[in-house]
């Protein structure tokens, strides 16, 4: 099975699960900004590790707990969604990298003042 053919399904998983919990999941701890950014499918397509991002917080432990309690249901969904043998077991996974960009971007900031007023005094 070559890799494109995998990174094709894990698109479309990112993109159905995206779909399921955005528009059939009703439980209230699903709330606030959040998003799929995406899916890693192992090459049999038994399990696919799905990253979630989240704005806020105090979203993410209640958000990440709800996922997962849900995972049953969208794997079930993403079956009757996709055509595909087998639906893989979902396995949700905080993506923390939205704040390890602002991260670095704010110790970048801090670098950049600490260096100019050393240049203006030259």
Request: proline share 3%; no cysteine; hydrophobic share 40%.
């Amino acid at each position: 099975m070559s890799y494109q053919r995998i990174d094709r399904i894990s698109e479309e998983v990112r993109r159905e699960v995206d779909a399921i919990v955005r528009e059939q999941l009703h439980d209230p701890r699903v709330k606030g900004t959040f998003s799929i950014t995406r899916a890693d499918v192992t090459r049999d397509l038994r399990y696919a590790k799905v990253y979630v991002s989240v704005l806020e917080d105090a979203d993410r432990a209640p958000l990440m707990s709800a996922l997962k309690k849900a995972a049953g249901f969208v794997r079930h969904e993403l079956g009757r969604r996709m055509i595909i043998r087998y639906a893989p077991e979902i396995l949700f996974e905080a993506d923390h990298n939205i704040e390890y960009g602002v991260h670095i971007a704010t110790v970048l900031k801090q670098v950049q003042s600490e260096v100019e007023p050393d240049e203006q005094t030259e």
